[in-house]
C-alpha cells in the first residue's frame, strides 16, 4: 500500500485550521470564565478533602448526630456547590462567541443526543445508588451490600462523572461556542484525577468490610 501523504498533510491542515477557528472564538477574560474554572476544580477537590477527615475524624458525624445525617449534609452541599457550578458554567458560556464551525444543526443535534445520554446517565446511577451511595457515603461507614451492577454500571464504570462530562460537552454544543470545551474538558480532567484518589481508597474500605464479613463467619 502506497501510504498517501499529501493526503494526511491535507487533513493535518485541516484540523489546525479548525482549532484555529475554534480557538479564535474563546475569550479566556471573558466574565465568569475563570470562575467557573475555579468552580470545576474546587468542587470534587472539595469533596475529597472532606470525606477523608469524615473518614478518619468522623467530624460530620459528630456534628450532626449520626453517621446518615453527616452524610445528607455532605450531599446537599455537594448538590449545591453543583448547581452553583452548573449556572456559572451557562453564565460564562453566554458571554462567549458563537463558532461557525459548532453552529450547525448537526453539532447541535449531536449536543443534545449527548446531553440526553448524560442526563439518563447521572440520574439513573443515582437511582441505583441512592443518596448516600452516590454522595461518599463508603467515607462514612455506610457500605452498598452488594456491588451495583445494574444499569447504567452495566455500560459505564463510573457513569456518574461520565454523565455528567456528557452533560457540559452536549451543553456546549448546543450553545456552539467553543469555550464550553476547554471548561467541559476541566471537568473531565478534574474526575479523572478524582478517581485516581477515590477508587483506591473505596477498593480499600470495601475489602476491609469484606475481611471482617469473612472472618465473622469463620
Ligand atoms: C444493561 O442493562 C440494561 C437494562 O437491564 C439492558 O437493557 C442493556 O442491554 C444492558 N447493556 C449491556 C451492555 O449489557
Known sequence: MIFDTEFVEDKILQIENWVDILTEAIDYDGPYFITALLFIMFNPIFWNIVARLEYYTHFLTKLTGSAKRGCYLLAATIFCLGIARDLTFEKALRFQEISPLLDTP??????????????????????????????????FGILMKDRVTAFPFNVSNNPMYQGSTMSFVGTTLISGKPAGLVLAFFVHFMYYFALKFEEPFTTEIYSRRDQERAAKKN
Open 106 to 139: 448537526t453539532i447541535k443535534n449531536i449536543g443534545y443526543v449527548l446531553l440526553g445520554v448524560g442526563q439518563v446517565l447521572v440520574l439513573s446511577s443515582m437511582y441505583q445508588l441512592g443518596i448516600t451511595g452516590t454522595y461518599l457515603g463508603d467515607y
